[in-house]
Nanobody, 124 residues
């Protein structure tokens, strides 16, 4: 059974950094895509980044470009988040699309497995 375990969330001051981790287990992921999404209170879940397992392509939402960086080591995918602001406060989820059958990587409905989420709170 595929499992995704997120960690790394927490409370940080505006301008600070956090690194989120997403450990995948219970399957083989060579052809997978990992997505990062976030959901703030009262808002819809929104796309943050998508990372192809082979790291050839990494996609970012406009809000993440220049501040967030995706990477992977073994079965753990990371999201390094810098220059955080209060607008980044949300529950962050990682998700797995395996194998990707659509070029659409921004839609939550494309992803097959989800982690439980990790809270990121940025104080101003």
């Amino acid at each position: 059974q595929v499992q995704l375990d997120e960690s790394g969330g927490g409370l940080v001051q505006a301008g600070g950094s956090l690194r989120l981790s997403c450990e995948a287990s219970g399957g083989t992921f060579y052809t997978s895509r990992v997505g990062w999404f976030r959901q703030a209170p009262g808002k819809e879940r929104e796309f943050v980044a998508a990372i192809n397992w082979n790291l050839i392509r990494i996609y970012y939402a406009d809000s993440a470009k220049g501040r967030f960086t995706g990477s992977r080591v073994a079965n753990t995918v990371y999201l390094q988040m810098n220059s955080l602001s209060s607008e980044d406060t949300a529950v962050y989820y990682c998700a797995l699309d395996t194998p990707p059958v659509s070029p659409i990587y921004t839609s939550a409905s494309e992803y097959d497995y989800w982690g439980r989420g990790t809270q990121v709170t940025v104080s101003s």
